[in-house]
Each structure stands twice: as structure tokens, then as C-alpha cells.
């Protein structure tokens, strides 16, 4: 009973989400007006707002029922950043063309953000695989919302089959880990694997697990989705999709090999080459890099370039996973963070684009900055912070992961990944290109639209320019992120074992 | 005597024959069959190495248990997959994949 309680009382800012979902379908039943899209997405804030500061004064620890909820500094710190990318999204839905079922939409968003939460604070295989699954549905359907639009449903279709085909190989996989070790919490796992990690089977659920989460992640070879999605899907979709999803998946893929599988990482050391974990990680983060950049170049939508960097992004970003070690993973979570509010920026833009323009083609960009000032400049700071040019967050975030890359000890001594950051970071010159193709149609190329009355400022443009503030204020003082980042990861580090668990008997 | 192998082989067939489903055939409701085959692979392999898992002198549960939750995600799945499905098919008035390509490189 005592653990029911507890199970309660740590799921407090989940439990106030799921009322606020209640409250909202509800008050999306009544006659709809001009305020009704205003009224729904207040309930929304109030109910995140809550549940946001409900997370902030939780206990610092809590484990139940062996790691299937867990909470720390660190899980808490995910948490918090993942409900506010949940809830700007749900600012920028109001701007969007969604027109029908308003209150259906932000319920979704408000699933996805308790399925990403859920999946922050878990450890335990089975309650991975549920909380995966808890933020997928809700996307697919948030992917194809606008159910008129044939492209909505196309994309919506290509992320529902390739999410459930990513599904399945995660879970044949953890159903081999679970085979060969027995365990199904991360710790247990931690214990049991390395006895097992000669075990053909182990390791074909381990390359099975990493497929499942590389769909999840966009990383090449399983990245085919990504572009068709984020264009097809409203723009407020895509944004979560490409925020919120990401961060939350990252800290999972981050928890599940650090924690779980450390025993088999193996080594991708140029010189010492051991099968495991990190070779995998480390091919599949350079062929991310390589592909994803050269495909953005030909890109002419700017959501498709946005999609095709993002999976450079996850190349960059699993190259930090590969680098393990206690600094690399806050080199890793500071990067997935800047990167989540970069590209939520920039989709924010791209969202007023459309909606002022009909589009999203670079031509739609065109002269921007008469139109628009203010956002041409956000655009500006968010393309060269994806960059990764200083003194934006973005440069920092690229900063910290390749010296976390070069100085892994435990690639056996230094430079052992040498040959991924080299690629890395020449294939970042090449990123450049298409990104200051974006920033040229914004501001060189002289406008051929007709020109548009000067915008009204508005509840997304308003989040948007404080995303760009944000972004800049972490490029000049990166220990804004990165030191509570820090505080929260020794923290929980130095977890006292006695007081953490509540086991059921 | 069955063994831990006889239901891994079956379970991997399962997989393969899934999968080859996905990857082969270009109706979305039949896509759509070879994802469930999938997943029910997965749920066959889990309830044998649960079965066969004895861990002082009883099977190990959780395994089992996860069997419960897979089939309530995947019914979710179903759900959300048909209807899909069936939006896709009133704007496009097709169930084949060849005819998905407004969104294209």
C-alpha cells in the first residue's frame, strides 16, 4: 500500500498533467468563440506552470519498485526542460492553421509531455518501452492533425510505420537483453551483462535496441522518416517533435547504455577496436554527420533542411554518447538542451513564415527582415548557433562535446576518437553552407512577395524572441545551462543508496 | 520435449516473417499485419525466457508482465494506426504506399 503512496507522490507533476488533459477536453466542449483558443491554452499553462513547480519541490530522491519511477537532481533537472518545450509548443499551436479540435491538440501535446516525462524518470526496461511507446502515439497523431491535408496524413502515416517498426525491434531486443540477463532494471542489468556480453544473442538484442532507438533519434541509416515528417506535419507538431522527443530520447539512449549496458561498450578506438556498444555508436554517429549535412544541401524547404540538419544534430550528439565518462554525459545533455531550444526557434520562425506566406520554401524567407525584424533576427542567432559559431550556446554546446570526445579516458588514452571528431568537425564547415542559405534569403535576397503589413507581435513571436535571448545568454554565459546541468549530475551521483530505495515487498 | 530454442526459433521466424512484410508488401493494412507480427514475436520470446527462466526455483515474472503491457500498447497502436489510416485513405482514396509521395527528396 505504502508503495502505491509513494508511486503518488512522486508522479504528483504527472498526476496534475493528467487533470489538466481532463479539464481541458472538457472546457473544449463548450460553443467555440474567438477567446476559446486563448482560454484552452491558459488552462494548459496554468495546469504545466503547476505541475512544473509541483517537479521543483518533489523530494530529491525517490526509486520505486526497482527502478521502474525513479527521481533525481538530474531526471528532475530533464523533466523540468521537457514540460517547458511541451508548453511552448503549445504556444505556438495557437498560431498555427489548426482550427478544429483545438483542445484535442494541446491534450496531445499535454500526453506527450507526461510520456517524455515518465521516460526520464524511469530505469526499468519494461517502463522504457511503455513510456517510449506514451510519447509516440500522441506524435503520430499530433503528426497528422491536420486531417485535411494529404501531406499531414502521408507524414503521419511514415511516422506511425517506421515508429512502429522501431518499436518492434526495440522490444524484440530488450526481449534478448531481458533472456540473457534476466534483469529488467538497469541497475540489475548493469550487474548481469557483463557475464553475458560473448552471448550472441545478448548482442543481437543489444544491435536490435540500438536500431530501435536510432529510428527513434533520426540517425542515419534510420532517418528516412525525419525529412517527410517535419515537413508534412502542422509546424507546432514538427517543433515537438524535434524538441522535446529528442531530449528526452537522448537522456533514455544516454541511460540505457551508461547505466544499463557499461559492461558492454567495447571500444571504438582507432587503435583498439573491441566489439560493443561504442564501435556501433561511434560509426553511426559519423555516417549521421556525413549524411545528413551533404542532404541538407540540396534541400529548398526550410523545414527539410531543418529535418536533415537535425540528424547531423544526432550525429553530433551521439558522438558525445560514445565519448562516455562522467563529464561526457553533461557534455551530451547540455548539447541535446541548446540544440531543443535552437530548433524550437527556429521552427517558431518558420511558423510564422507559413503562416504569413502560405510556405515554408526559402523563397517564402525572402525579405524577412523588412517584414519582420525582430524574427529575422532570431533566425539569424538560431541558424549560427546550429552552426555552431560564438559566442551562441550552439558553439559552446559543439565545444564541450568534442573535447569530452578527444579526452575520454576510457577510449584508451587520448585521440582515440580522432577520426570521428575530425569528421565531425569538417563536415560542421560544410553544415554552414545551407545554413547561411537560410540567413541569406532572410536577409539579402530582396523581397518578390508582395509586402505584407508589419506583424503584429504576438504570444508565439514572444516566445520565439525569448528562445533567441536564451540561446544568446548561454553562448555568453554557458554556466547559465551548464552548471545546474553539473550540479544536478553530481547529485545524483552521489545518490546515498539507503535513502533511495523504496522496494515493494 | 520443447525447449527455450524451439520458442526462440519460432519467435525469431516471427520476427523475420514481419518484417519481411513490412519490407515487401505495398498494401498499409497488410504493412500494418507485419508490424503486429512483430510485436507478438517479441511477446512469444518474452513469456519463454520467462518461462524458462528459473530463478530459485520459480519462473521469472516480469517478463510475463511486460507480456500484458505489450498487448495493451499495442492495441493503442491498432487504434491510432486505423485511424490513420482511414484519414489517409479519404484524402488520398488509396491504401497503397507506391501512391505516398507528395512528400518526396
Redo the contacts between chains.
Keep these: 500500500m505504502n508503495t502505491a503512496l509513494n508511486l503518488l507522490h512522486l508522479l504528483t507533476p504527472e498526476s496534475i498533467l493528467v487533470e489538466t488533459i481532463l479539464v481541458v477536453l472538457i472546457a473544449g466542449l463548450f460553443k467555440a468563440t474567438a477567446q476559446k483558443r486563448n482560454m484552452l491554452l491558459s488552462l494548459t499553462l496554468i495546469g504545466g506552470v503547476t505541475a512544473g513547480a509541483m517537479l521543483i519541490f518533489q523530494p530529491h530522491y525517490g526509486n520505486i519498485a526497482n527502478g521502474m519511477a525513479v527521481l533525481d537532481p538530474l531526471t528532475r533537472f530533464i523533466k523540468v526542460v521537457v514540460l517547458g518545450l511541451s508548453l511552448i509548443t503549445a504556444v505556438y499551436a495557437v498560431q498555427s492553421n489548426i482550427r478544429q479540435h483545438f483542445a484535442e491538440y494541446l491534450a496531445l501535446i499535454l500526453f506527450t509531455a507526461i510520456g517524455m516525462m515518465l521516460l526520464a524518470g524511469t530505469e526499468n526496461?519494461?517502463m522504457i518501452?511503455?513510456a517510449l511507446?506514451m510519447v509516440s502515439?500522441p506524435l503520430?497523431?499530433l503528426a497528422?492533425f491536420l486531417?485535411?491535408?494529404?501531406?499531414s496524413?502521408?507524414?503521419?502515416?511514415?511516422y506511425?510505420?517506421v515508429g512502429?517498426?522501431s518499436?518492434?525491434?526495440l522490444?524484440?531486443g530488450?526481449?534478448?537483453i531481458?533472456?540473457t540477463t534476466?534483469a529488467?532494471s538497469l541497475r540489475d542489468l548493469a550487474q548481469s551483462a557483463p557475464a553475458v556480453t560473448r552471448d550472441p544473442?545478448f548482442l543481437a538484442g543489444l544491435v536490435m535496441a540500438i536500431v530501435g532507438f536510432g529510428f527513434k533519434v533520426a540517425a542515419v541509416p534510420f532517418h528516412l522518416w525525419a525529412?517527410?515528417v517535419y515537413?508534412?506535419a502542422p509546424t507546432s507538431s514538427a517543433a515537438l517533435i524535434a524538441s522535446g522527443s529528442k531530449v528526452a530520447g537522448f537522456l533514455i539512449l544516454a541511460k540505457f547504455l551508461a547505466i544499463g549496458l557499461a559492461g558492454a561498450a567495447g571500444s571504438a578506438a582507432s587503435s583498439q577496436l573491441q566489439p560493443g556498444w561504442l564501435p556501433l555508436l561511434a560509426v553511426i554517429a559519423a555516417i549521421s554527420i556525413v549524411v545528413g549535412n551533404l542532404?541538407a544541401l540540396s534541400q529548398s524547404n526550410v523545414k527539410r533542411i531543418l529535418a536533415y540538419s537535425a540528424i547531423a544534430q544526432s550525429g553530433y550528439m551521439l558522438l558525445g554518447l560514445s565519448a562516455t565518462g562522467g563529464t561526457a554525459l553533461i557534455s551530451v545533455l547540455f548539447y541535446v538542451v541548446v540544440y531543443a531550444l535552437t530548433a524550437l526557434g527556429a521552427f517558431g520562425v518558420v511558423l510564422h513564415v507559413e503562416q504569413r506566406r502560405g510556405g515554408s520554401q526559402l523563397h517564402h524567407f525572402e525579405g524577412l527582415h523588412q517584414s519582420a525584424p525582430g524574427l529575422a533576427l532570431c533566425m539569424g542567432v538560431f541558424m549560427i548557433s546550429l552552426a555552431g559559431i560564438p559566442p551562441l550556446a550552439g558553439f559552446f554546446g559543439k565545444f564541450y562535446l568534442f573535447a569530452g570526445a578527444l579526452g575520454s579516458a576510457s577510449q584508451g588514452g587520448n585521440l582515440g576518437l580522432l577520426w570521428v571528431v575530425a569528421i565531425a568537425i569538417t563536415f560542421n564547415a560544410v553544415s554552414l553552407y545551407y545554413y547561411l542559405i537560410v540567413l541569406k534569403h532572410v536577409f539579402v535576397t530582396p523581397a518578390t512577395h508582395p509586402a505584407e503589413p508589419v506583424t503584429r507581435r504576438n504570444a508565439a513571436t514572444f516566445v520565439t524572441g525569448l528562445l533567441a535571448v536564451s540561446v544568446f545568454a548561454i553562448g555568453l554565459y554557458p554556466g547559465v545551462l551548464l552548471d545546474p546541468l553539473r550540479a544536478a549530475a553530481q547529485a545524483a551521483n552521489r545518490k546515498p543508496v539507503t535513502a533511495a530505495p523504496v522496494q515493494p515487498k | 520435449m520443447i525447449t527455450l530454442n524451439d520458442y526462440?526459433l519460432v519467435s525469431g521466424l516471427l520476427?523475420a516473417l514481419?518484417?519481411a512484410g513490412?519490407l515487401l508488401r505495398r498494401n498499409?493494412i497488410i504493412?500494418?499485419m507485419g508490424?503486429e507480427l512483430?510485436?507478438n514475436?517479441?511477446n512469444l520470446?518474452?513469456v519463454?525466457?520467462s518461462r524458462f527462466?528459473i530463478?530459485n526455483g520459480l519462473p521469472?515474472y516480469?517478463?510475463q508482465?511486460?507480456v500484458f503491457?505489450?498487448i495493451t500498447?499495442a492495441a493503442?497502436?491498432v487504434a491510432?494506426?486505423l485511424?490513420?489510416?482511414v484519414?489517409?485513405y479519404?484524402?488520398?482514396q488509396t491504401t497503397n504506399v507506391e501512391d505516398?509521395n507528395?512528400?518526396k527528396?
Excluded at chain 1, 147 to 151: G, R, W
Excluded at chain 1, 153 to 158: F, H, M, R, T, V
Design positions: 526496461l519494461l518501452f511503455i511507446e502515439i503520430y497523431l497528422g486531417k485535411q491535408s494529404s501531406a496524413a502521408e507524414a503521419s502515416l511514415k506511425f510505420l512502429g517498426v518499436a518492434a525491434f522490444l524484440f530488450i526481449s534478448l531481458y533472456g534476466g529488467t544473442l525529412p517527410d515537413e508534412g542532404a | 526462440l520476427f514481419g518484417f513490412v498499409i504493412i500494418f508490424l512483430m510485436l514475436a517479441a520470446s518474452l519463454a525466457f527462466g530463478v521469472n516480469n517478463g508482465m511486460l503491457f505489450i500498447v493503442a497502436e491510432v494506426g485511424a490513420i489510416i484519414a489517409l479519404r484524402a488520398r505516398l507528395t512528400l527528396f
